[in-house]
């Protein structure tokens, strides 16, 4: 049964700095790989989604790679605002209908 | 095109009574999922359905939980008798299509349900 774990659950950085957060799966035999961001009170708010015949997915500031033997994804944020402080969430797509999500990464940017 | 509604926002329900939860899709989608978010917990998936047919309610309580989606109209979370652990964010997302297509899942802002 597919397990995603995420790591760190939290992260506190100053403005400016590049970060990476991780995510890894158990099973490597998945379709693609999403990233959301939820925001405290809100719903999910996708930001990429890493086809599993791709290495890597781009969108502004966001860089998400994905190496599907390892069963890891990285989502790589550059010049980090205090707007991108957030909850990161990773999942992986409904194979057998049973969606699996990360716990999920808190990230604080301190201005 | 709007997105993923859900309502209400937030619904305070006494112990045994019922809550109802809605999520109208996105237009043009036919695969609806429930999730659950306990606080500081991640989603747990609960139950996906297509027009009038449940595909899988693997992850849902087999007692005082429901759900449907009629061919017109939302989709529908019914919680029968609530009771305290029933308090978390109720959350719908939709897609194009479901099961292993590489259509990605577009989330509502959620239900708080508190029961008191």
């Known amino acids: 049964k597919q397990e995603v774990t995420q790591i760190p659950a939290a992260l506190s950085v100053p403005e400016g700095e590049n970060l990476v957060l991780n995510c890894s799966f158990t099973d490597s035999a998945i379709y693609n790989l999403q990233w959301f961001r939820q925001d405290p009170g809100k719903g999910l708010t996708s930001l990429l989604l890493?086809?599993?015949?791709?290495r890597e997915q781009t969108s502004g500031r966001l860089n998400a790679s994905l190496d599907k033997s390892s069963g890891r994804s990285t989502l790589y944020i550059a010049a980090s605002q205090p707007g991108d402080s957030a909850t990161y969430l990773c999942a992986v797509p409904p194979v057998n209908n049973d969606m699996r999500f990360g716990a999920g990464t808190r990230l604080t940017v301190k201005p | 095109n709007a997105g993923v509604m859900q309502n209400p926002r937030h619904l305070v329900r006494r112990r045994g009574q019922e809550a109802r939860l809605r999520c109208s899709p996105m237009?043009?989608?036919?695969?609806v999922y429930w999730y659950r978010q306990l606080p500081e917990e991640g989603l747990k998936f609960m139950v996906y359905?297509?027009?009038?047919?449940?595909?899988?309610e693997s992850g849902m309580p087999k007692e005082r939980f429901s759900a449907e989606f009629p061919k017109e109209g939302p989709s529908i979370l019914r919680i029968q008798q609530v009771v305290r652990g029933d308090s978390a964010a109720y959350f719908c997302?939709?897609?194009?299509?479901?099961?292993?297509?590489?259509?990605?899942?577009?989330f509502g802002n959620g239900t708080r349900l508190t029961v008191t």
């Open positions: 890493i086809q599993s015949s791709q």
């Open positions: 997302a939709s897609s194009v299509t479901g099961g292993a297509d590489n259509s990605p899942l577009h």
């Open positions: 359905l297509q027009k009038e047919n449940i595909i899988d």
């Open positions: 237009k043009g989608h036919s695969h």
